[in-house]
């Protein structure tokens, strides 16, 4: 049997985990886990909770442990089912509770040792003026950059659906969601450090193909 990948992905928002990751799905084959399109897809639900989720997310808030380690094992189950080589794990752990939960998962399934953590460094001024002109794809959800070439682009180059900017990418949920970065999230990566587990920094502040050419040095 061969050993199955799990690459967590950690960084502020519009750091380009989404991208990369999308990168590492074709290039590897490995199945994309994004928290983000995790509870998009459960808003969509609307019910009690996916509406709870649109307004508490709308306002910059984290959707609660319980309530996105439901959605994320359900997902984890149907990996283990299926025979693929990996998978990315992209917007989570949001905060040390939640990295410890996914280590007792990852134990349960038995891919405790497959785990390649990366910390995509964007600084924090860096990720505001990403996150205030990006634009998402109302149709496929795709996320489109304000860099290069995509700053002249009116719809969306995969499916030709209209553009908007995301409902959490307002500037004051902005700036609650990197301060929850810096309190709850960057501490994680000192608990990987402490339970010998290595974090593979990589600058992000470069174009998109070297961001990536930089990951998979360390994938080989
Ligand atoms: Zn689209």
Known sequence: MHKKRI??????????????????EEKFGFKYMGSGNIL???FKKKD???KKLDRVLGGGGLAPTAIIFKLWVDELEKIKQEDSNGFI??????????????D???EWYEWERC???????????????????????????RIIPYIGEF???????????ELKVRHDDHPDGI??????????TKPIIDYYKKTDREIIEINGEQSIEKVFADILKHLK
């Open 7 to 24: 690459i967590i992905i950690l960084g502020r928002a519009g750091s380009g985990k989404g991208t990369q990751s999308k990168l590492l």
């Open 40 to 42: 998009r897809a459960r």
């Open 115 to 141: 785990l390649r953590i990366f910390y995509i460094d964007i600084s924090r001024q860096e990720s505001f003026s990403r996150l205030t002109t990006r634009k998402l794809c109302g149709k496929c959800g």
């Open 48 to 50: 009690f909770t996916g």
């Open 175 to 184: 700036k609650k969601r990197l301060d929850l970065f810096e309190e709850e």
């Open 104 to 106: 007792q998962a990852f």
């Open 89 to 102: 794990v992209d917007g989570s752990p949001r905060k040390i509770f939640e990295a410890q939960l996914m």
């Open 151 to 161: 700053k002249k682009i009116e719809k969306c180059d995969k499916c030709g659906g």
